[in-house]
């Protein structure tokens, strides 16, 4: 029986986001179909083509939420953080919050960053998050060392938690997605940071 067509549209929209990122996880991305996401959502497809279009329109609307997703953890982490060390220590948090790291996120994110390599607005969104990233990361950086540094330190970090989230995405298809080893190694790349800075203002011809 299909659900009720008079439901709220943001209840609706949700309601077939929450399907597709389902159906992703559970067959890959290249064997999602709209017919797939419309069993799943208990809906028509004549209401997902209403809402998105075609598939492709639901997917980039998808990695838009997901997205979404993602920088809202990180608002609701610092609503309470002011310093800047502590700033950045949850945009690390963020990226490796249970949210982006359990079975299924990883499943869709690693589908959704392979397809970006051939879509174009995947390919967009991707480079608006990395943007994102780094410049949250720059800004912050930049509030305790010089900016020369400071941008170095921001593409490091950026750089460093993309490739920590993606080796512990590969070895959770064996074992448990690592989220404390993850945050440490992240942690201590932030402290080295600082006191390189430190050691070069004492000796700044060392």
């Known amino acids: 029986m299909k659900k009720n067509r008079y439901e709220p549209e943001s209840i609706r929209t949700k309601q077939i986001l929450d399907a597709t990122v389902d159906v992703i996880h559970e067959v890959?991305?290249?064997n999602t179909t709209l017919a797939k996401?419309?069993?799943?959502a208990d809906l028509s497809t004549g209401i997902l083509s209403h809402y998105f279009g075609n598939k492709q329109g639901l997917l980039n609307a998808c990695m838009r939420d997901m997205l979404r997703n993602l920088h809202?953890?990180?608002?609701?982490k610092r609503k309470t953080v002011t310093d800047p060390v502590e700033i950045i220590k949850t945009i690390i948090d963020s990226n490796f919050d249970i949210s982006q790291?359990?079975?299924k996120a990883i499943r869709v994110w690693l589908e959704f960053w392979n397809s970006s390599m051939h879509e174009p607005e995947l390919h967009r969104l991707q480079r608006v998050n990395e943007k994102r990233l780094y410049s949250n990361l720059k800004y912050q950086f930049q509030r305790i060392i010089p900016v020369e540094q400071a941008i170095i330190a921001a593409r490091g970090m950026a750089s460093l938690i993309d490739g920590l989230w993606l080796r512990g995405s590969l070895m959770s298809i064996h074992v448990q997605f690592d989220i404390l080893q993850a945050r440490e190694i992240a942690y201590q790349y932030l402290d080295m940071q600082i006191k390189l800075y430190k050691?070069?203002?004492?000796?700044p011809n060392g």
């Open 28 to 30: 890959g991305l290249a």
């Open 72 to 76: 809202s953890i990180g608002e609701t």
């Open 199 to 203: 050691i070069k203002k004492e000796d």
């Open 101 to 103: 790291v359990n079975n």
């Open 37 to 40: 996401i419309a069993q799943k």
